[in-house]
């Protein structure tokens, strides 16, 4: 992508951004700002609003925005359908990654791949070139080829679901990955598999979000910025010394 | 000769053989159904004492039925006096190029991916002789009797070898066997007919593609396959392409004979005209289809149903020899007001017989679909088995999936196993789907073609394709 890294726009800016589910606000004016080249986390305790968050900016309808804004690369993302925000390079890595029977990881992988290079006027690559790819990203999240044969996540476990979603990211090589808990569930070596993609993916104009509980996660990733989350706004922003504050006191420290 | 000029002479010759030929002014007979008209149909026809001594068994016997009422299935009464029961084919206007084909089933045929011959073949356009389909299954032909297998118009095999049409003609659907057979086996006007000798492994699929009279033989079609002891044969039935007929009501047979060791292979991709959004038109598409499989011998019925108003079918099999295996694998998809009833039996007489069912019915907009099957073990079926799969879709909320499946054992033996399962496309598939950049239509499509891949792999490669392509059209403006 030709967006030139470092001329001060920032990747994603969040402005003041409200959402409700229901009757129900959870967002209440979160602000937030990811340059390109940075790794961002957000923590938070359950229920402060993380996934709502994750989950608006891809844009899906569970939670109805009702003021703020957010934009991508500058251009409006809360205009933009789930699909055209794919298109303009915003991944989410789901928490839960759900199943699609009888369509074969491969076939979905490809046909996601395709419909981004299309919507972005670039030549779709066929069956050969896409398996080359394929088989690169599968060593990098050690998942075993037969996997891509099944059906989208049919019958994975919950540790093969995450890989998987980290090996879509992999190939769609994203503008900026939102990874919403992408860590629960997951043993030491599979962790180490997740940092390994997310660390693959870091360039200058590129940007990762995480979202998580834990900090266990920043073991393996170092993030530029943690952000603290409560009460459906980011109450804190600092370094790895936040993470490691809130380990030790725990998330009521934060609570507002 | 050339090549070239014999096949030319060979297309002329074939044209003049096959092409319609009558020496009456009027091709459509009075409307209405009695003696009479059966008569007027087989002598039109210049059919042999047996068969309208057949016809007419069958319409005395039609006479004593009651339309069946069991199926969930709801439309106007029919009135059976007010059709035409014989129209000869008319030939179809030619059409100079593509561009006078109507825009509609232009845009069709570029979705399902169709060949451009094809195109002009399905719509009639002239194609340039050397090219044309018609010298293809002139090819064809000659190459199947070379290998001693029939095949052409159930007509052509009434003229050419009444011997196997008495033989077997009713021999699986008898004529008393339900109404719409019943009334199929009074008036039929033509159909497919094939034999397969001894032994003989069919080198191609067949199918009505190279039929050279297909034309209009839609309304009351009779087909009937004959797979001689140790032969092979896989028969094509339908296209994906849109099909309209001005006849509402549809009325088909198929009968298959499996003799010992013989395969048989029976593939459908049903797209008659469903009706309009709001229900209004559409097919009703009432067809009895049956297979009687003798020793080791397997029949496998493959059928993808997208069309018509109502589908009333239960391609079936009688297992009637030992170690005799039937398939069914099923699709079938209900939008927008469109009923489908539709499902089949497995009769186990023989022993050691083994059946599979799978059924995937798909329902979207208002649509209805139901499965409906028998299974039944005969006393003396030791060692049968069967398994059965039924799994229903549901896109939005206003659709329903019905599922009545039958189990009959009377043999202690017998394996018999049932697996149910209903689900909907859920909201975070298709999200799922949108987040990785794909569109909710094309997310919909993949996420049907997925639920039905078990049954479309059971189709012929190109078919296939095309039939995948079908289940994304058939379901446009279903979500959204």
């Known amino acids: 992508m030709s967006q030139q890294p470092n001329d001060g726009t920032p990747l994603l800016e969040v402005r003041a951004l409200q959402a409700r589910i229901d009757d129900k606000a959870i967002l209440k004016g979160l602000d937030l700002t990811v340059m390109p080249g940075e790794v961002h986390a957000i923590m938070g305790p359950n229920g402060s609003g993380k996934s709502t968050f994750a989950g608006v900016l891809a844009g899906r309808d569970r939670a109805e925005v009702t003021g703020g804004s957010a934009t991508l690369d500058g251009k409006d993302l809360l205009a933009m359908a789930p699909e055209e925000r794919a298109v303009a390079g915003l991944f989410l890595g789901f928490q839960y990654p759900v199943e699609i029977p009888g369509v074969g990881n491969m076939y979905f992988l490809r046909t996601a791949l395709n419909a981004q290079r299309r919507a972005r006027g670039e030549e779709e690559l066929d069956a050969v070139d896409f398996l080359g790819l394929a088989k690169e990203k599968m060593k990098l999240v050690e998942m075993d080829p037969a996997f891509m044969n099944r059906g989208v996540n049919e019958g994975f476990s919950g540790g093969e679901k995450k890989r998987n979603e980290v090996l879509q990211m992999a190939v769609l090589e994203p503008r900026l990955s939102i990874l919403d808990e992408i860590d629960s569930g997951l043993d030491i070596d599979a962790l180490r598999v997740v940092a390994r993609g997310v660390e693959a993916l870091r360039s200058p104009d590129r940007a990762t979000l995480l979202v998580t509980h834990y900090q266990r996660l920043l073991e393996y990733i170092v993030p530029d910025k943690i952000h603290v989350m409560a009460g459906g706004r980011i109450v804190r922003t600092g370094g790895r010394e936040l993470a490691l504050e809130l380990e030790k006191k725990g998330y009521a420290w934060v609570e507002p | ?480």
Not at chain 2, 84 to 93: E, L, Q, T, W
Not at chain 2, 448 to 468: D, H, I, S, Y
Request: proline letters at 4%.
């Open chain 2, 1 to 480: 000769m050339t090549d070239a000029n014999r096949e030319l002479t060979e297309i002329t010759e074939q044209k003049y053989k096959y092409g319609f030929v009558t020496d009456v002014a009027e091709d459509r007979i009075r409307k209405g159904l009695d003696e009479d008209i059966v008569r007027l149909i087989s002598s039109k026809k210049n059919e042999p004492a047996f068969l309208l001594d057949f016809r007419l068994k069958a319409f005395r016997h039609w006479l004593t039925l009651e339309e069946p009422t069991w199926a969930k299935v709801r439309y106007n009464p029919i009135d059976y006096q007010e059709i035409v029961y014989y129209s000869a084919p008319k030939p179809r206007k030619k059409l100079a190029s593509m561009d006078e084909v109507d825009p509609e089933l232009r845009e069709a045929f570029a979705k399902l991916g169709i060949p451009l011959e094809e195109q002009k073949r399905l719509s009639n356009v002239a194609v340039d002789a050397v090219f044309d389909s018609v010298s293809v299954a002139t090819t064809f032909k000659k190459k199947l009797a070379d290998m001693g297998v029939i095949f052409g118009s159930f007509s052509d095999a009434v003229r050419e070898h009444p011997e196997l049409v008495e033989r077997y003609l009713g021999s699986v659907v008898p004529y008393t066997d339900n109404y719409f057979a019943t009334l199929n086996s009074a008036v039929f006007s033509d159909g497919s007919f094939a034999y397969i000798p001894k032994g003989v492994r069919c080198p191609m699929e067949l199918s009505t593609y190279f039929r050279i009279n297909a034309a209009d033989t839609g309304q009351f079609e009779r087909t009937l396959i004959v797979a001689d002891e140790g032969s092979h044969v896989s028969y094509l039935e339908g296209c994906t392409a849109p099909q309209r007929d001005q006849n509402q009501l549809h009325a088909a047979v198929v009968e298959l004979v499996a003799l010992d060791g013989a395969e048989i292979k029976y593939s459908t991709v049903q797209n008659w005209y469903p009706g309009d959004a709001e229900g209004r038109g559409g097919i009703f598409n009432f067809v009895t289809k049956r297979g009687k499989a003798m020793k080791r011998s397997k029949i496998s019925w493959t059928q993808v149903e997208t069309g018509s108003a109502i589908t009333w079918k239960y391609p079936s099999c009688i297992l009637q020899g030992d170690d005799s295996v039937g398939e069914f694998y099923s699709v079938a998809l209900a939008n927008h007001r469109q009923q489908a009833d539709t499902g089949t039996k497995m009769i186990h007489i023989g022993k050691n017989t083994r059946s599979t069912i799978v059924s995937k019915g798909i329902s979207a907009g208002h649509g209805q679909n139901t499965y409906r099957g028998q299974v039944k073990i005969m006393k003396g079926a030791d060692g049968a088995r069967n398994h059965s799969q039924c799994d229903s879709l549901l896109i939005g909320g206003h659709c329903g999936a019905h599922t009545f499946p039958y189990i009959e054992a009377r043999n202690p033996t017998a394996q018999v196993e049932h697996e149910a399962t209903t689900s909907k496309i859920s909201e975070d598939q298709l999200f799922y789907c949108r987040q990785r950049g794909i569109k909710e239509e094309d997310a919909v499509s993949m996420i049907v073609n997925g639920f039905a891949r078990q049954v479309l792999k059971e189709l012929p490669m190109e078919f296939a394709v095309e039939a995948q392509k079908l289940l994304g059209m058939s379901l446009e403006g279903s979500v959204g």
